[in-house]
């Protein structure tokens, strides 16, 4: 067990709502990630919070935006939900000494919420 | 041409093979290279952490980098039908977003 929490663990949505997906982070642990995982795919970099504020994003529209909060948990928000967000949604945490991260900055996942956009 | 490339297999053992599982990869500032094993429906688990090139050893797992030919490795000795499950490789520059391969599924047949 990573001790990584996500809730919640099944979503279903129609396509244009909105979603809130949340993470509990490792306790002590400054920086959460989170990544899309399609079926069949490695998990592509969706953006990572560090202390708070948005420490770098890939390639993913502002439609999907994040927050993290002091108590180590974070969320995720997905608007105008499309067919091809459906997908497995993996946050993870970890404790980096700086925005650059570096040597010993390991990412422990959380179990996921899957997501199915109808 | 995608960052990271690993076959997807399904990759078929007995138990008690030796299976060898790669990834290749194209940028060259890439530093940090993991293996992570996924069971089906679960997050993935960090098994192997390694910096730059070189071996590294845990147990059964043994993992490689020739980052001379930008070419990672994961052994795994003895294996059993517990470790069937996709493995996914993964690496970053030391920034911390991870870039992984697609997952390469394992199946040890008892």
């Known amino acids: 067990e990573t001790g990584v929490t996500q809730s919640p663990t099944h979503l279903i949505k129609t396509r244009g709502q909105q979603v809130t997906l949340r993470c509990s982070s490792q306790s002590g642990h400054n920086t959460v990630s989170w990544y899309q995982q399609a079926l069949g795919q490695g998990p592509q970099f969706i953006f990572q919070?560090?202390?708070?504020?948005?420490?770098g994003r890939g390639n993913f529209p502002p439609r999907f935006s994040g927050l993290q909060f002091p108590n180590y948990s974070s969320e995720l928000n997905v608007n105008a939900l499309e067919l091809d967000d459906s997908a497995l949604y993996l946050c993870?945490?970890?404790?980096?000494?700086?925005?650059?991260?570096?040597?010993?900055?390991?990412?422990?996942f959380g179990p996921g919420t899957r997501l199915t956009v109808l | 041409q995608k960052e990271v490339e690993q076959d997807p297999g399904p990759l078929s053992v007995p138990e008690g093979a030796i299976v060898s599982l790669n990834c290749t990869y194209s940028?060259?500032?890439?530093?940090?290279f993991m293996w992570y094993r996924q069971y089906s429906r679960k997050g993935p688990e960090l098994l192997m952490y390694?910096?730059?090139?070189g071996n590294k050893e845990d147990g059964r797992f043994t993992a490689q980098v020739d980052k001379s030919s930008k070419y990672i490795s994961l052994f795994i000795r003895d294996s059993q039908p517990s470790d069937s499950a996709t493995y996914l490789c993964?690496?970053?520059?030391?920034?911390?977003?991870?870039?992984f391969g697609t997952g390469t599924r394992l199946l040890v047949s008892p």
């Open positions: 993870a945490s970890s404790l980096s000494w700086g925005t650059s991260g570096g040597a010993g900055d390991t990412q422990y």
């Open positions: 993964a690496m970053n520059t030391g920034f911390q977003k991870l870039v």
């Open positions: 390694t910096y730059s090139s």
């Open positions: 940028n060259s500032a890439f530093q940090y």
């Open positions: 919070y560090y202390r708070e504020e948005e420490n």
